[in-house]
């Protein structure tokens, strides 16, 4: 059971223009969210996060909305740079009384940023 | 400050043998996370380990354990290797001490391949 989706498996962007990644979870309790970046070979880069009790996080280029009646998440990249182009993998964790540090993670989406 | 350390960053096994694999999270973090990924399922949870205590456990088979150190190193072991466990294994660390969520940082991860 996949409690969060990643239903674009890539997506391909021009230089310059917004990306939009999107990620939807089906577990009431995550209270918390991650986006996070991954190079083959590498461990994943933290990017950006987003408690329950916010709807919008923002981080330089990168900006996070949280619509929690939709269960959805998603992830703007503004303005896309060809240095952007990796798998971004969404995460979620409940509280951490009953999960502890437990990420659940989406099964990515690849982004191309075309020059 | 030094991030998550992950040793080997590679590793050649064959079917039955049994495997060790060893993280340094960043100093001062007390939680230790362990994930597997692999092309068709993504990253997957295996455990936690805070204060040398198994916080937290996904679903994976016995062959699977870990245990944590008084310095908060983790290692991580698989018996009788099979050739599905051929997987980047990654190993993420926090604080563990917040009440909240908190990020956790990941390492390179180690590749292992079955023959």
């Known amino acids: 059971d996949q409690q969060v989706k990643q239903n674009s498996p890539s997506l391909s962007v021009q230089e310059g223009r917004i990306s939009i990644l999107n990620c939807d979870y089906t577990n009431s309790m995550f209270d918390y969210f991650l986006w996070y970046k991954k190079y083959p070979a590498e461990g994943p880069t933290f990017l950006i996060s987003?408690?329950?009790?916010?709807d919008k996080n923002e981080d330089g280029r990168f900006t996070v909305f949280l619509n929690k009646s939709a269960k959805h998440l998603s992830l703007h990249i503004v303005p896309s740079q060809p240095g952007d182009s990796a798998v971004y993998f969404c995460?979620?964790?409940?509280?951490?009384?009953?999960?502890?540090?437990?990420?659940?993670f989406g099964t990515g989406t690849r982004l191309a940023v075309r020059p | 400050k030094a991030g998550v350390t992950q040793t080997p960053r590679y590793l050649i096994k064959t079917r039955g043998q049994q495997v060790t694999l060893s993280c340094s999270p960043i100093s001062g973090h007390r939680s230790v996370s362990w994930y597997q990924q692999t092309p068709g399922q993504g990253l997957q949870f295996l455990f936690e380990?805070?204060?040398?205590?198994?916080?937290n456990k996904g679903n994976f088979p016995g062959r699977f354990s870990g245990r944590q150190f008084s310095n908060s190193r983790s290692e991580m072991n698989v018996s009788t290797l099979e050739l599905g466990d051929s997987a980047l294994y990654l190993c993420?660390?926090?604080?563990?001490?917040?009440?909240?969520?908190?990020?956790?940082?990941f390492g390179p991860g180690t590749r292992l391949l079955v023959l």
């Open positions: 995460a979620a964790s409940g509280w951490k009384k009953s999960s502890g540090d437990k990420l659940t």
């Open positions: 380990y805070f204060s040398e205590t198994q916080r």
């Open positions: 987003i408690s329950s009790i916010k």
């Open positions: 993420a660390s926090s604080t563990g001490l917040d009440q909240l969520q908190e990020t956790q940082y």
